[in-house]
């Protein structure tokens, strides 16, 4: 099975006949005080960028949609300067990226985006939200947790599954690696607080393709 197949099955229809609850861009606002919890108890703050995923359509109603999307966005960067910009991955999926220092700020216009595609028939067509976070460095520049030692500045990511309604964390380090030690923690201080993917194959790595974030 290829990388596209099993991001398909991850987070696509095979994901939806899966799920245990229905997804909610209500679940979106989650992250309004989960990302408290990051900062306080986990050390981790807000990397000022997160994403939408979605797949596209090749319909005129639907570039209608993006097209309002990037309205919205961009009424909304004026009040609150949160920034938008539509990427295309090498899968081609398709990414709304935003990009704020204020995190709540960034999960306001996420939901705007997402629920904009809903309101508009375009639900099914969404796969995704990404949270960025960073690890903050420690007074020698790392930290050390439960059996693994972090750098200052290392990435993860909480993912919203829209197809299973549900979180899950992503801690990626080179060369495709992840840090279970980090996603493990992440899962049992958030769990309760965020409605957690129980079935850990749908962890699905979202890896970069040429940049820092997945999106990229």
Do not use: N
Request: charged residues 30%; contains cysteine.
């Amino acid at each position: 099975m290829g990388i596209l197949d099993s991001l398909r099955q991850a987070l696509g229809m095979s994901a939806e006949a899966d799920a245990t609850r229905p997804a909610s861009p209500e679940d979106l606002f989650g992250m309004s005080t989960a990302y408290m919890t990051m900062e306080a108890d986990l050390g981790y703050d807000p990397a000022g960028a997160a994403a939408l995923c979605f797949a596209g359509v090749d319909s005129t109603d639907f570039e209608r949609t993006e097209r309002e999307v990037e309205r919205i966005l961009e009424a909304g960067e004026v009040e609150t300067g949160t920034t938008a910009r539509f990427e295309t991955d090498s899968h081609g999926y398709q990414w709304v990226v935003l990009e704020d220092t204020d995190f709540e700020d960034l999960v306001t216009s996420i939901h705007f985006a997402a629920d904009t595609f809903i309101e508009e028939g375009f639900g099914d067509r969404l796969l995704a939200a990404v949270f960025a976070f960073e690890k903050r460095a420690g007074p020698s520049g790392r930290r050390t947790g439960d059996g693994a030692t972090v750098e200052g500045g290392t990435p993860v990511y909480w993912i919203y599954s829209f197809r299973r309604g549900a979180y899950y964390p992503f801690a990626p380090r080179p060369g495709h690696e992840r840090d279970s030690g980090a996603e493990f923690k992440l899962q049992s201080v958030l769990d309760g607080e965020l409605t957690v993917e129980e079935e850990k194959e749908y962890w699905y790595p979202l890896w970069p393709d040429r940049g820092r974030h997945p999106w990229e």
